[in-house]
């Protein structure tokens, strides 16, 4: 099962984590991984064409992911307000997935 877990704080979100493998099929035939990896690195991709490296904290390793934005960082308001839509967006997007496949995802 993959699970991700979002990091907030007085309903501001700092950023996510995931791990584990689904195990819905194979490698290369997992609908479930293939879902969940898209809508991550989705939104990734768009996160990282506005932040610049000193404002986050990106970690990645085998079954693992680890994306979050520094406590220190002081964003302009439209660089928050895209990042805060763009983690509520995965957010609903993985747990669409989740519904569909409630045994192989788990989003908290």
Known sequence: MT????FKTENITK???ASGHSGYAESGSDIVCSSITTAIFTSLNLL???LKKDQYSFIESDGHLSFI??????LDSVTW??????FDNLYDI?????SDYP???KVK
Not at 94 to 98: A, D, I, Q, T
């Open 94 to 98: 993985l747990k669409n997935v989740e």
């Open 103 to 105: 045994k192989f995802l």
């Open 3 to 6: 699970t991700v877990q979002f």
């Open 15 to 17: 950023g996510f984590q």
């Open 81 to 86: 307000e895209l990042s805060q839509n763009v």
């Open 48 to 50: 990282l064409r506005y």
């Open 69 to 74: 934005i520094k406590e220190t960082v002081d």
